[in-house]
């Protein structure tokens, strides 16, 4: 009984740890590995499903859609960055540093 008691000190730390660790990690949403730039973005579903897309420095929309892993410019102008009737409000995510998502751009 005199180990048990003598041993709670270290077994009430070792538990606060515990908990706080795991705390740590529920609540620090980042972490290590990649982040993504998100882009709110108005689209009007012409090209279909889409994977990701970003607004590049030129003015114009690059986007994937799920089949391809080529970027793709939008040419028609069905993206912008303005609410228009037919136009649904979508995130995208910027991912041109993913593994294998550096090929070319068509236009």
């Known amino acids: 009984m005199k180990r048990l008691i003598?041993?709670?000190?270290?077994?009430?730390?070792?538990?606060?740890?515990?908990?706080?660790?795991l705390n740590a990690c529920v609540a620090y949403d980042g972490g290590y590995g990649r982040h993504y730039q998100a882009y709110d973005v108005?689209?009007?579903?012409?090209?279909?499903?889409?994977?990701?897309?970003?607004?590049?420095?030129?003015?114009?929309?690059?986007?994937?859609?799920?089949?391809?892993?080529?970027?793709?410019r939008d040419d028609g102008r069905h993206f912008?960055?303005?609410?228009?009737?037919?136009?649904?409000a979508s995130r995208m995510h910027d991912r041109r540093d993913e593994r294998g998502s550096h090929r070319r751009i068509r236009e």
């Open 42 to 72: 108005y689209y009007d579903n012409h090209y279909g499903p889409l994977r990701d897309g970003y607004w590049n420095d030129d003015g114009w929309f690059y986007y994937r859609d799920t089949l391809s892993r080529e970027w793709r």
């Open 6 to 21: 003598a041993r709670r000190p270290l077994i009430f730390a070792l538990s606060i740890g515990a908990a706080l660790g």
């Open 80 to 88: 912008r960055r303005d609410a228009a009737d037919g136009y649904h």
